[in-house]
């Protein structure tokens, strides 16, 4: 009788351990502060996908990009800079005025609440813009705010472009997408861009150790790289995007009307 229960109970114990050892297993994917249940917690259903934290973020940067870039690009125009500066503050003002309509309707349809004042930080780029006094002090402050901002929420939208379920967030990412990246290019043409600063300031408060190939030796010619085409004989008929190098096209048919009623 003493064996059998002593057998009893060496079974319970392992039991007990082998299931203390498996809940964690069966467990993990539920509990707090994993990916996957970050992304379950800050997402609502929508009948074009479920609604994201970052997607709702990505909303509304791209409403706050407006809200402080179009003065920024009014100011330029008033203050007559160069050429190229008007040319790079006509860019904005279009892009812009053309993805407030188009965020305005995603808005609207997936029930986001916008923003109507720039933040106190845009506020105060604003600010520096207006108290740049004599005419290169202001491009150079000009240029290399506006593109700081636009290079900081570039890689934004290509986060939540590659990641939302959401077909509405995804088409307003590939416009943002497109109108980011001309603003871009447009605004390194003005020859003010200090690129200097704003590798700087991208990496600043970064420790990671530098990835990607060894730099190259100093007089030696590396070997030409052999082109990268499919095999065989294959029929296509696409072409690589139009455009002249340097130029970004913007040419997308034209947004709903942000104030009809919500598609539900």
């Known amino acids: 009788m003493r064996r059998i229960n002593g057998t009893a109970l060496v079974i319970v114990a392992l039991a007990g351990t082998l299931g203390a050892l498996a809940f964690p297993v069966w467990s993990y994917t539920d509990r707090s502060g994993t990916g996957e249940a970050n992304l379950a917690a800050g997402s609502v259903p929508t009948r074009w996908g479920p609604l994201s934290a970052a997607d709702r973020d990505l909303i509304v940067r791209v409403r706050l990009a407006g809200l402080w870039e179009l003065p920024a690009a009014q100011q330029a125009l008033e203050r007559a800079p160069s050429g190229a500066m008007r040319e790079a503050a006509d860019h904005l003002i ?118 990607g190939p060894p730099p190259p030796a100093t007089g030696v010619v590396p070997p030409v790289a052999p082109p990268a085409k499919p095999s065989g004989d294959i029929d296509t008929t696409s072409r690589p995007s139009p455009g002249e190098p340097g130029t970004v096209n913007t040419d997308r048919p034209d947004p709903e009307d942000p104030d009809a009623p919500a598609t539900r």
């Open 94 to 211: 279009v892009g812009h005025t053309d993805l407030d309509k188009r965020v305005r309707v995603v808005a609207r349809d997936l029930g986001v609440e916008l923003p109507n004042q720039p933040t106190e930080q845009q506020r105060g780029w604003l600010q520096q813009m207006t108290d740049a006094t004599n005419g290169k002090d202001y491009e150079k402050t000009w240029a290399n705010l506006l593109r700081s901002a636009h290079g900081k929420i570039f890689p934004a939208i290509g986060a939540v472009r590659n990641s939302t379920r959401n077909s509405l967030v995804r088409q307003l990412a590939s416009d943002a997408n497109q109108t980011v990246l001309d603003h871009i290019t447009v605004l390194e043409k003005t020859g003010a861009v200090d690129f200097e600063a704003i590798a700087n300031d991208s990496v600043a408060g970064t420790t990671a150790s530098p990835t």
